[in-house]
């Protein structure tokens, strides 16, 4: 007798029984060939793979191989886009990835492992910073790719000639495929370019005890200023890539108009760390690619271990598993970090997208399996004029592959053809000497702008630097400074034991009474001159900030009135009793 579950099987059991029919149902499950179970184990397998890899090839084979058109975002009033993007002809058409590629993960690792980049040399230029650090300059020429001239190992530039120069994403040089599909079509158009390799990347050595980082921009802030003084009458071209993104936009966002740079491209740019890190240890399938940059970043640190060694925690680099491991055993302890988060909010770029002053496309893909879509500033590069922000359905990190043979890479001729028609352009930006924009405020509960009553009676918010864009504020400035510059005189007089000593006593007393009065005098003065304006304004609002400034200021005015009265009452009774 056999058992299954509370049934058994007897070989003089009823036909109709349950057992039996568990037993007939065994049979004929036992007579389909092994063959067909495989092929349904297949099945179930490639469909999981499928949706694993997420994979949209059937999606495309449907839609007849269309492609899928850009999203675009922009300002409704955008010049940029009205005079510059409309007439781009590949961002208003439509994207298909190759067939054999119409995955993510596969068009992100292919480009990685393979790429198939072009064939071609770079000219090396070392650049010395100003802290000692050394920076590999990879140029490539549109006469390197033409052929019209003799190739040597000097740099020889047309001043007509643009420059592009590019920020290469996390532990990727200029050997990149992805940097080396950039750099030929990009000359192929008749442009120079320029890769300005991190430090300790590129085969230099570290020089100094600065490193890269997500946030760091004071390598292309020094690249840019180099290039514009040895070529000042050279239209400058920044492209941004994945972290070097990120290192774009913070760079734009705190430069604002200050800055030589006619126009921008930032490509799959993380823009929020914080989310960044959150998405890639989310799933199984982004953690891979955590694991795959961590043990990136590891290697980088095995090249420059002396230095890693000294400043940061070694141990615990070698046991990194993650970018946040790394991040907090080696960045966030070079860069001075509190902790890890600090790091991340410090150096996103999402907070500097509204202070973007120059023409600035970005391109991000929808299902980019590294640097997520919910960090996307969606609403701050709407409102940005000077922004556009094309989102693609499909395309991974950096890739992009389109045609049969996957050989070109999408975003590299929609970079070309925007950088073409904005130098075409009159709306190339061009540098202004004026002060760069304050610093994002850092997300915290207990910080909050200043005040300011402004001539016309409205209460603006200001940042830790005054505005300086009416030359009648910059003239109200200079002259509270001087105030204040001669009211702390006066009160470093008062104080003075030595002037004090050299005054006699009659006249010293009248001394000290007229300095009160001229130090309420100065107190006064200024609520005078704001609530000139201050009466133009509603009635109600008014009297409520009068209130307010009264309930406010009361203890300070209230002491320093019974200081000022109690020594003259005291002056009064002294001289009585005398004539008495």
């Known amino acids: 007798m056999e058992w299954f579950g509370d049934c058994s099987f007897r070989l003089d059991s009823p036909p109709d029984s349950p057992c039996n029919a568990y037993r007939l149902l065994l049979r004929s499950l036992s007579l389909i060939p092994v063959s067909h179970y495989l092929i349904a184990a297949a099945?179930?397998?490639?469909?999981?793979?499928?949706?694993?890899?997420?994979?949209?090839?059937?999606?495309?084979?449907?839609?007849?191989?269309?492609?899928?058109?850009?999203?675009?975002?922009?300002?409704?009033?955008?010049?940029i886009y009205e005079a510059v993007v409309s007439k781009c002809r590949i961002l208003h058409g439509r994207y298909l990835a190759t067939p054999w590629l119409a995955s993510p993960h596969v068009q992100t690792c292919f480009?990685?492992?393979?790429?198939?980049?072009?064939?071609?040399?770079?000219?090396?230029?070392l650049f010395n910073t100003p802290d000692g650090g050394t920076i590999a300059l990879d140029w490539l020429t549109s006469s390197d790719v033409s052929g019209d001239v003799l190739r040597t190992?000097?740099?020889?530039?047309?001043?007509?000639?643009?420059?592009?120069?590019?920020?290469?994403?996390?532990?990727?040089?200029?050997?990149?495929?992805?940097?080396?599909?950039?750099?030929?079509?990009?000359?192929?158009?008749?442009?120079?370019?320029?890769?300005?390799?991190?430090?300790?990347?590129?085969?230099?050595?570290?020089?100094?005890?600065?490193?890269?980082?997500?946030?760091?921009?004071?390598?292309?802030?020094?690249?840019?200023?180099?290039?514009?003084?040895?070529?000042?009458?050279?239209?400058?071209?920044?492209?941004?890539?994945?972290?070097?993104?990120?290192?774009?936009?913070?760079?734009?966002?705190?430069?604002?108009?200050?800055?030589?740079?006619?126009?921008?491209?930032?490509?799959?740019?993380?823009?929020?760390?914080?989310?960044?890190?959150?998405?890639?240890?989310?799933?199984?399938?982004?953690?891979?690619?955590?694991?795959?940059?961590?043990?990136?970043?590891?290697?980088?640190?095995?090249?420059?271990?002396?230095?890693?060694?000294?400043?940061?925690?070694?141990?615990?680099?070698?046991?990194?598993?993650?970018i946040r491991d790394f991040d907090h055993h080696a960045t966030r302890v070079v860069g001075k970090y509190e902790t890890v988060d600090t790091y991340y909010r410090r150096c996103s770029s999402a907070s500097y997208v509204q202070s973007v002053s120059i023409p600035l496309l970005c391109i991000s893909a929808l299902d980019d399996p590294v640097c997520t879509k919910e960090a996307i500033p969606w609403d701050e590069c709407r409102a940005n004029k000077n922004i556009v922000l094309a989102t693609p359905k499909h395309g991974g990190h950096l890739a992009f592959f389109e045609g049969i043979t996957g050989s070109r890479l999408w975003w590299v001729r929609a970079t070309n053809e925007f950088l073409d028609v904005l130098h075409s352009s009159e709306y190339m930006h061009v540098q202004k000497k004026i002060s760069k924009p304050s610093t994002p405020l850092v997300t915290s509960i207990d910080q909050g702008p200043y005040v300011n009553v402004t001539d016309d009676g409205m209460v603006a918010a200001l940042n830790n630097e005054p505005s300086t864009d009416n030359v009648e504020e910059l003239h109200a400035i200079q002259e509270d400074s001087t105030h204040g510059k001669v009211l702390e005189d006066?009160?470093?007089?008062?104080?003075?034991?030595?002037?004090?000593?050299?005054?006699?006593?009659?006249?010293?007393?009248?001394?000290?009474?007229?300095?009160?009065?001229?130090?309420?005098n100065d107190v006064i003065t200024p609520f005078k001159t704001y609530l000139g304006p201050l009466t133009r304004q509603s009635r109600w609002s008014t009297w409520l900030l009068v209130y307010i400034a009264i309930a406010t200021s009361w203890p300070l005015v209230g002491s320093a009135l019974q200081i000022v009265f109690g020594k003259k009452l005291r002056t009064t009774s002294r001289g009585g009793s005398v004539r008495r």
């Open 153 to 322: 190992n000097d740099v020889f530039l047309d001043e007509s000639t643009p420059i592009v120069v590019v920020i290469p994403g996390l532990t990727s040089d200029s050997s990149s495929a992805y940097l080396k599909h950039l750099a030929y079509h990009t000359a192929k158009c008749g442009w120079n370019i320029v890769i300005s390799n991190h430090r300790g990347l590129g085969g230099v050595s570290i020089t100094s005890d600065c490193f890269y980082n997500a946030g760091w921009t004071e390598d292309v802030r020094t690249v840019v200023k180099y290039l514009h003084d040895e070529h000042p009458r050279t239209p400058l071209f920044l492209v941004g890539t994945s972290i070097g993104a990120n290192v774009l936009v913070k760079y734009l966002g705190e430069e604002g108009e200050n800055l030589p740079v006619a126009g921008a491209v930032a490509i799959c740019s993380p823009w929020d760390l914080l989310v960044g890190d959150r998405f890639i240890s989310r799933r199984r399938v982004q953690k891979f690619y955590d694991r795959a940059l961590a043990f990136g970043l590891k290697g980088y640190a095995k090249l420059h271990q002396p230095h890693f060694s000294r400043l940061a925690n070694w141990e615990g680099i070698e046991k990194s598993l993650s």
């Open 111 to 125: 480009l990685n492992f393979f790429g198939r980049p072009p064939r071609f040399s770079y000219r090396r230029q």
């Open 490 to 520: 006066k009160v470093n007089e008062k104080d003075d034991p030595v002037a004090n000593a050299k005054q006699g006593g009659s006249s010293s007393m009248a001394q000290t009474s007229s300095a009160h009065d001229s130090v309420l």
């Open 43 to 79: 099945i179930s397998l490639i469909t999981f793979l499928y949706n694993f890899i997420e994979c949209h090839f059937l999606q495309d084979l449907f839609s007849g191989f269309a492609g899928d058109p850009i999203h675009l975002t922009y300002h409704p009033s955008s010049i």
